[in-house]
């Protein structure tokens, strides 16, 4: 196997890793945010496609945004090749109050899914122009 070619194969493995991490991560979310009361009342988070769907929606999304951000631009890092844990893809609802549901969805880097939380979708990119501006 030639030198471009091992690089290749390691960056399709480590996408692999990423998508299952991802499909992993809205599993525990959905799990464990079901309404329930705890110090503070948990939004009800539900998925709504099966796992089957759920993996082609991500792999489409990374197609579609060229393994980029939806929100930066900034491109991916995936598990396995990754520098940096903030760069990794990271599912987001773009309507924090919906659910996982096509349509829904877009793939941003880990931190701008931290920074994004609940706010509004058009109101945080918003901010992120003002913030790319100054």
Not at 22 to 28: C, D
Not at 110 to 118: S, Y
């Amino acid at each position: 196997m030639a030198k471009d070619e091992k690089a290749d194969a390691r960056y399709l493995e480590a996408k692999e890793k990423s998508i299952l991490d991802i499909k992993v991560s809205v599993g525990k979310t959905v799990f464990n945010s079901n309404g329930q009361v705890v110090p503070t009342t948990v939004k009800n988070k539900e998925l709504h496609m099966s796992e089957a769907e759920l993996d082609k929606l991500i792999r489409d999304l990374l197609n579609t945004q060229e393994d980029r951000c939806a929100i930066t631009g900034l491109p991916f890092q995936f598990l396995g090749v990754k520098k940096d844990d903030n760069m990794l893809p990271s599912l987001d609802r773009i309507d924090s109050d919906g659910h996982y549901a096509k349509g829904n969805l877009q793939l941003v880097c880990r931190f701008i899914n931290f920074w994004k939380q609940a706010s509004d979708d058009k109101e945080f990119r918003r901010l992120l122009a003002i913030l790319r501006k100054s």
